[in-house]
């Protein structure tokens, strides 16, 4: 059964997954998505890999963290966004053009 969706409160840790080596994701895939997804709570990177993809790689796996205030602050519509396979699932979205200037925004909201 799917989580009920919930509000977040600005103080809420959100995580990004991502892969050791690679940027960070700071704009969504244009062909299929129209928002970026993040996991609600601080997880570390295990964690998040479960969430994200259902295994671990302790080699692969990687994140970073923001709050939704942050994301917030810098423009973002960010709201719980449960899907079958994470109850912790975020989406960030945002009205408007996302072009690099935004995307910069999003990165600059993350601690790594």
């Known amino acids: 059964m799917q989580a009920p969706v919930r509000d977040i409160d ?3 840790v959100l995580t990004q997954y991502g892969v050791v080596g690679e940027p960070f994701r700071a704009e969504p895939r244009w062909d299929t998505e129209r928002e970026l997804s993040l996991c609600g709570a601080a997880h570390d990177p ?6 994200v993809v259902g295994q671990v790689n302790p080699r692969r796996d990687a994140c970073r963290w923001t ?7 810098a423009g973002f ?3 719980h966004d449960p899907v079958p ?7 960030v979205s945002f009205t408007g053009e996302w072009n690099d200037s935004r995307s910069r925004s999003f990165d600059e909201a993350f601690e790594e």
């Open 77 to 79: 519509v960010v709201r």
């Open 46 to 51: 295990a964690a998040a890999a479960l969430c």
């Open 85 to 91: 396979w994470n109850d912790h699932h975020v989406a």
């Open 10 to 12: 600005n103080d809420e």
């Open 67 to 73: 709050t939704a205030g942050s994301l917030r602050t």
